[in-house]
């Protein structure tokens, strides 16, 4: 695992509730992507935990999902939303009102999980997250899958809602914002680079391999990462959407991505 040099880990308690966090805002994604990311969790997550969806719609979610309201982001009317709501994972709705407590692993509606994430709970550190692939000298991480402490850091999103302007200004979108706030703490650290993979990048075959051969599972992955304009539903049958890395289809999605 890589990380800052002004990381200072911290051990996760070893019984310390485990938390899973998925976010459904809008009509984008359906239940089906909130039961499908459960039912990948409960595959490839040992023992115990609580499965959680912040959601502004929970009809058709199945019912080992506790769905709660996503708490207040507060942002100004008309502005892009770009994530932001990601942000209210930190909001302290999730311990007082809520009554969650532990270490939390946010994931993506979107993502597949192909190997064990019981890991993800394992190794040491307070905050982690996936390193940027396409920047690596970056110290932004993708949200796609963090790592943290329910209720550790409410200024996050106490910060984000005083100085919306400015930290709109300087960071484009909430995963900048995010991955700055740790690491101005010293608590910025990255996953193993081989768990998270993305589809895009690492999956499909390099140019003009991509014409001949399927898209793979790299070696060492955990879960796959779709960002872009591209989803499962997309790479299980093949498209592209538009995106210049046009992949064959992937019909081994389907034995992963399901209830």
């Given at each position: 695992?890589?990380?800052?040099?002004t990381?200072?880990?911290?051990?996760?308690?070893a019984?310390?509730e485990?938390?899973?966090?998925?976010?459904?805002w809008?009509?984008?994604?359906?239940?089906?992507?909130?039961?499908?990311?459960?039912a990948?969790?409960?595959?490839h997550?040992?023992?115990?935990f609580?499965?959680?969806?912040?959601?502004?719609?929970g009809?058709?979610?199945?019912p080992?999902?506790?769905?709660?309201p996503i708490p207040?982001?507060?942002?100004?009317?008309g502005?892009?939303?770009?994530?932001?709501?990601?942000l209210?994972?930190?909001?302290d709705?999730?311990?007082?009102?809520?009554?969650?407590?532990?270490?939390?692993?946010?994931?993506?509606?979107?993502?597949?999980i192909?190997?064990?994430?019981?890991?993800?709970?394992?190794v040491?550190?307070?905050f982690?997250?996936?390193?940027?692939w396409?920047?690596?000298?970056?110290?932004?991480?993708?949200?796609?899958?963090y790592?943290?402490?329910?209720?550790?850091?409410?200024?996050v999103?106490?910060?984000?809602?005083?100085?919306f302007?400015?930290i709109r200004a300087?960071f484009?979108?909430?995963?900048?914002?995010?991955?700055d706030?740790?690491h101005q703490?010293?608590?910025?650290a990255?996953w193993?680079a081989?768990?998270?993979?993305?589809?895009?990048?690492?999956?499909?075959p390099?140019?003009?391999?991509?014409?001949?051969q399927?898209p793979?599972?790299?070696?060492?992955?955990?879960?796959?990462?779709?960002h872009?304009v591209?989803?499962?539903p997309?790479?299980?049958?093949?498209?592209?959407?538009?995106?210049?890395?046009?992949p064959k289809p992937?019909p081994?999605?389907a034995?992963?991505?399901h209830?």
């Open positions: 695992m890589s990380a800052p040099a990381t200072t880990p911290a051990t996760t308690p019984n310390s485990r938390v899973i966090l998925c976010m459904k809008g009509t984008k994604y359906g239940p089906e992507y909130v039961n499908r990311l459960y990948m969790v409960r595959r997550l040992r023992g115990d609580r499965f959680v969806c912040l959601t502004d719609r009809e058709g979610v199945r080992e999902v506790e769905c709660l207040p982001l507060d942002l100004p009317p502005s892009p939303e770009r994530g932001w709501t990601k209210t994972t930190f909001s709705d999730l311990v007082g009102k809520y009554g969650l407590r532990g270490t939390a692993l946010f994931l993506d509606l979107d993502v597949v192909v190997g064990d994430i019981t890991p993800f709970f394992e040491p550190g307070e982690l997250i996936i390193h940027d396409k920047r690596p000298w970056r110290i932004t991480g993708n949200s796609s899958v790592r943290f402490t329910l209720g550790a850091h409410p200024e999103l106490a910060k984000f809602r005083r100085e302007d400015a300087k484009r979108n909430e995963q900048a914002y995010l991955s706030e740790m703490k010293g608590l910025l990255y193993d081989r768990w998270c993979a993305s589809f895009k990048y690492h999956s499909i390099r140019w003009p391999l991509n014409y001949f399927a793979s599972i790299p070696e060492g992955a955990r879960i796959l990462i779709f872009g591209m989803n499962p997309d790479a299980l049958a093949g498209r592209s959407n538009g995106n210049w890395r046009k992937a081994w999605i034995d992963h991505w209830e």
